[in-house]
C-alpha cells in the first residue's frame, strides 16, 4: 500500500520556523517529482513548492519563495519543506504530493499519491 505520511505541524509564533517531512512508503519516488500544497479554511488548495526527481530544480509560490526551501533525501523517499519567517496567513493543512512526472509543477491534477496533510498554525 502507498503512502504518504506528514510529519512536523504545530502551532508557531509568527516569525517562528518549522520544518515538515513526508515519508513515501509502498513504493519508491526517487524518479518522481515531489510537491507541497496546502489548503486554508475555505479556500482551494494551493501550490506551495516542488522539487524535480533528482533534486537539484526546486520552485516555490511567490508568497513563500524566500521563506520556505524544499529539498529531499538522498533515497528520494523523504520530502522536507523548511517554513521560516511564517507569517498568520501561512495557516493551513500542508500536504505532500508526488508528480507522475520527473519535473516538478505546480497543477494539482499532475500529482498521483498525496498524504493526509499536517495542520500548521502561526499565530500573530
Known amino acids: 500500500q502507498v503512502q504518504l505520511v506528514e510529519s512536523g505541524g504545530g502551532l508557531v509564533q509568527a516569525g517562528g520556523s518549522l520544518r515538515l517531512s513526508c515519508l513515501a512508503s509502498?513504493?519508491?519516488?526517487?524518479?518522481?517529482?515531489m510537491g507541497w500544497f496546502r489548503q486554508a479554511p475555505g479556500k482551494d488548495r494551493e501550490f506551495v513548492a516542488a522539487i524535480n526527481w533528482s533534486g537539484d530544480n526546486t520552485d516555490y509560490a511567490d508568497s513563500v519563495k524566500g521563506r520556505f526551501t524544499i529539498s529531499r533525501d538522498h533515497a528520494g523517499n523523504t520530502v522536507y519543506l523548511q517554513m521560516n519567517s511564517l507569517k498568520p496567513e501561512d495557516t493551513a493543512v500542508y500536504s505532500c504530493?508526488?508528480?507522475?512526472?520527473?519535473?516538478?509543477?505546480?497543477?494539482?491534477?499532475?500529482?498521483?499519491?498525496w498524504g493526509q496533510g499536517t495542520q500548521v498554525t502561526v499565530s500573530s
Open positions: 509502498g513504493r519508491t519516488f526517487s524518479n518522481r517529482a
Open positions: 504530493a508526488a508528480s507522475r512526472y520527473i519535473s516538478g509543477t505546480d497543477r494539482t491534477r499532475d500529482y498521483d499519491y
